[in-house]
């Protein structure tokens, strides 16, 4: 089994920056993406960025040219560091593990307002 869990979310004002912060842990092997998507009330989830265990990473056109995703040496972690935020970018912001199972983390609150 595969554990995800998330951290870094907040408040921030418009044209400010956070860091979220995804770890995950457990049966990780092989190939598999870590993908960060982000989910408004009364919305499905929707994708924003990833990375494969190949490093390969992926961005929506929301995120590109201001969010940036990394990972570590172990690639069982996936952080992205979001710039110039916007109110539209308030949601909350889940984690995702992928190989032939999908695992989400509880999810973290990011909160862009004056």
């Known amino acids: 089994q595969v554990q995800v869990v998330e951290s870094g979310g907040g408040w921030v004002q418009p044209g400010g920056s956070l860091r979220l912060h995804c770890a995950a842990s457990?049966?990780?092997?092989?190939?598999?993406?870590l993908a960060w998507f982000r989910q408004t009330p009364g919305n499905d989830k929707q994708l924003v960025a990833s990375?494969?265990?190949?490093?390969?990473?992926y961005y929506t056109n929301s995120a590109k040219g201001r969010f940036t995703v990394s990972t570590d040496s172990t690639k069982t972690t996936l952080d992205m560091l979001m710039n110039n935020l916007k109110p539209e970018d308030t949601a909350i912001y889940y984690c995702?593990?992928?190989?032939?199972?999908?695992?989400w983390g509880p999810g973290t609150q990011v909160t862009v307002s004056t």
């Open positions: 995702k593990h992928s190989d032939s199972r999908a695992t």
């Open positions: 990375i494969t265990s190949l490093n390969t990473t």
């Open positions: 457990g049966s990780i092997r092989g190939f598999y993406t």
